[in-house]
């Protein structure tokens, strides 16, 4: 919708009615996502503009971090940031006044930010956000053609700012109230699971995403210290919760779960990208038997009050897992039982699909292909032996994999190497153990075709966890894709595991120099009941 004005200036009553409409619609939104959002999409239309973009003020009251938009990436929410005075949007913060350039790029306090893909956009018009002469934040829009904004315009969007100032400070009051409410339905959960028959794992899965839920964290995790209560440098025991938007920030270390689990106090480190990670001890009678970690979002470091809390549910874990000990040894009977039946199935099922070809190929290359799946499907094991529970650090694998294919598929004339990136994703062990044959596939494929006629070579194996997918690339630096992909067996398992077991797709692309294979997988393969068909 676009403005119209009067000869005496003032908007025309089409203008004033959406103005109305975004008030009624923010008078009946509660929570801060909800909000953003609703401003940004309104502004947006009232405007005539391409783009909105709201930055809020974060707790150390000099960084504004991109919270809601129309027009820039989505990726770049919760992580671009500017301080005040810097850009044009900060600088009207700092001069606490509009901002506007028919061509912003050519204005000398323009300044691009990283990963947000506002090339494409001229004009800029930035208005502070205030709350009783304390800013809060900032608000511009932006089009793709160069256009001057009338002072119509600037007073329009002066009057959106007041609205949304307002709408704002209700719906951050209102997060706060809900969360204090989930607060303590968390911690009544907690003392509800104290007092049940459930098994270990089960515990740890529904304290991990209440952890997670309460206090807002990207990821949450339960580390365990060995039987002997000697030993803080176990694995993560087990990950859930709500894992959206994760940074990849590194979870503490063996040594600061030892210190954590040495002193029987809180550890909390501040994180580069305006986070924190937050590690309490799980204890029961002073005898510390692990550690509960969380990872703050971009922006949002833990405070007092979330220390407390997590130290609650901390404690009130501790006696749920003592409790949940005395009735695991059945549940790991069980559990061995049916991974080991899924698995055999697996194993025959590749080599079913093997046996067409057995005639045309060598019995020592048949061998050695069988034994590098079935030790894919070994490493799977290995990390559940060391975590013991349904939930697999799918990294953790990866990198076992790497290091067996390298020692056992190596030519002595090549150096290629093998390197695992980015995010701990967590999977069922049936899902873990598909995905792990798949990589296994593709890095021998790799190897066979990719590195021909070349001294050196590297792969790299990369896991994301984005807002609606699981992504793993494998990717070498060889000599491409050809022309036209010969559909090999073991191509055709991968196609197969991903397509039927992790409900994924597999994609193939060609890279300027070398290959990528990536895989799709949805969120709801983290999910412990995920493929629970089988």
Not at 8 to 25: D, K, M, N, Q, V
Not at 97 to 121: C, L, N, S
Not at 250 to 259: E, K, V
Not at 338 to 364: F, G, S, W
Request: aromatic share 4%; net charge negative; hydrophobic share 45%.
């Amino acid at each position: 919708m676009t403005l119209e004005t009067t000869e005496t200036g003032l908007a025309r009553p089409r203008s004033f009615a959406a103005l109305r409409e975004i008030a009624r619609s923010l008078s009946a939104a509660w929570d801060l996502d909800t909000t953003l959002d609703l401003i940004a999409r309104k502004t947006t239309e009232v405007m005539g503009v391409d783009s909105c973009t709201i930055y809020l003020l974060d707790p150390d009251d000099v960084t504004l971090r991109l919270r809601a938009t129309t027009g820039l990436a989505r990726q770049s929410l919760g992580r671009a940031t500017l301080q005040i005075g810097e850009g044009m949007t900060g600088y009207a913060v700092a001069q606490n006044r509009p901002i506007y350039a028919a061509d912003a790029q050519h204005d000398p306090h323009f300044k691009w930010v990283d990963d947000t893909g506002e090339r494409r956009f001229r004009s800029l018009l930035a208005m502070p956000l205030v709350l009783n002469d304390r800013p809060i934040g900032a608000l511009n829009v932006q089009t793709t053609e160069p256009r001057g904004f009338s002072d119509e315009e600037i007073d329009i969007l002066a009057l959106l700012s007041d609205l949304a100032a307002g709408a704002l400070v209700k719906a951050r009051l209102y997060d706060r109230q809900r969360r204090q409410l989930d607060e303590l339905r968390a911690l009544a959960q907690v003392s509800a699971a104290i007092t049940s028959p459930q098994y270990l794992d089960d515990i740890l899965e529904v304290v991990t995403e209440l952890a997670a839920q309460t206090v807002g964290a990207t990821a949450c995790a339960i580390h365990l210290l060995e039987s002997n209560g000697h030993d803080a440098a176990a694995e993560p025991a087990a990950f859930a919760g709500r894992l959206a938007g994760h940074t990849g920030a590194a979870l503490p270390d063996a040594a600061a779960l030892a210190r954590v689990a040495e002193s029987g106090r809180p550890f909390h480190a501040p994180q580069p990208d305006g986070g924190s990670l937050l590690a309490v001890p799980l204890a029961v009678q002073e005898r510390v038997i692990g550690v509960l970690t969380c990872l703050a979002p971009p922006g949002h470091p833990f405070g007092d009050g979330q220390e407390v809390l997590l130290t609650t549910l901390a404690n009130q874990t501790a006696l749920a897992i003592e409790n949940a000990r005395l009735v695991t040894n059945v549940a790991v009977v069980r559990e061995m039982h049916h991974r080991i039946k899924n698995n055999l199935q697996t194993v025959a099922m590749l080599m079913q699909l093997q046996l067409p070809e057995a005639d045309r190929l060598e019995t020592r290359q048949v061998l050695l292909t069988n034994i590098h799946r079935i030790r894919s499907i070994a490493a799977v094991h290995e990390v559940l032996s060391d975590q013991g529970f349904r939930l697999v650090d799918v990294k953790a694998v990866l990198e076992r994999i790497a290091r067996t294919t390298m020692a056992d598929m190596s030519r002595p004339d090549q150096d290629v190497r093998i390197a695992i990136h980015g995010d701990n994703l967590q999977l069922p062990s049936r899902g873990a153990t598909a995905l792990s044959v798949v990589v296994n596939e593709l890095v021998q494929n790799s190897l066979e075709h990719a590195f021909v006629g070349r001294a050196a070579g590297r792969i790299d194996i990369s896991l994301a966890r984005t807002p609606d997918a699981l992504m793993l690339l494998v990717r070498d630096d060889g000599v491409g894709l050809p022309d036209e992909i010969e559909r090999s067996l073991g191509l055709e398992i991968a196609e197969t595991l991903v397509a039927d077991d992790l409900r994924g797709e597999l994609q193939f692309n060609r890279l300027a120099a070398g290959a990528e294979v990536c895989i799709r997988l949805p969120r709801a393969a983290e999910r412990p009941d995920a493929l629970s068909h089988e």
